[in-house]
């Protein structure tokens, strides 16, 4: 049951991450620069549905990436990771509700997904081990 745990969370977190870059590299109008990087690896067909993608995707990706890091905390108890984890999602649903008014609210939402895709690369290439057991990591 745990090693299912852990496979859901490293998945869910790269899903999340993954599905929120590309959701953001559809919208041209919103996301100019990673719009251009996307047309350029061959995403430029999805412009059409910019709306679904800023709206409901982009959201949603983010809302899985939190869950799933939080939830992380259960399998790997590091709160460093979870928090690093968490952060990227948390700014990016900001700058898209209530800081999407300011003209800085893009440059937050592309330090998000930076941060999404960083901490996405730091658990392939150095995954969360348990540092403690159920007994010590009680707190």
């Given at each position: 049951?745990?090693?299912?745990?852990?496979?859901?969370?490293?998945?869910?977190?790269?899903?999340?991450?993954l599905?929120?870059?590309?959701?953001?590299?559809?919208?041209?109008?919103?996301?100019?620069?990673?719009?251009?990087?996307?047309?350029?690896?061959?995403?430029?067909?999805?412009?059409?549905?910019?709306?679904?993608?800023?709206?409901?995707?982009?959201?949603?990706?983010?809302?899985?990436?939190?869950?799933?890091?939080?939830?992380?905390?259960?399998?790997?108890?590091?709160?460093?990771?979870?928090?690093?984890?968490?952060?990227?999602?948390?700014l990016?649903?900001?700058?898209?509700?209530?800081?999407?008014?300011?003209?800085?609210?893009?440059?937050?939402?592309?330090?998000?997904?930076?941060?999404?895709?960083?901490?996405?690369?730091?658990?392939?290439?150095?995954?969360?081990?348990k540092?403690?057991d159920?007994?010590?990591?009680?707190?």
């Amino acid at each position: 049951m745990t090693n299912l745990f852990n496979l859901l969370t490293r998945i869910g977190d790269k899903a999340g991450s993954l599905g929120a870059l590309v959701s953001a590299m559809g919208c041209a109008m919103c996301f100019p620069a990673l719009a251009s990087l996307g047309a350029a690896v061959g995403l430029g067909f999805l412009s059409q549905w910019e709306g679904l993608f800023i709206n409901t995707l982009l959201p949603l990706f983010a809302w899985v990436a939190l869950v799933i890091n939080g939830l992380g905390w259960f399998s790997h108890k590091q709160w460093h990771r979870s928090l690093l984890g968490m952060l990227g999602p948390v700014l990016l649903l900001l700058s898209l509700y209530p800081f999407f008014q300011y003209g800085w609210s893009s440059y937050v939402t592309y330090l998000a997904l930076a941060l999404m895709v960083v901490v996405s690369l730091w658990d392939i290439f150095s995954p969360a081990n348990k540092r403690c057991d159920d007994e010590t990591c009680a707190t």
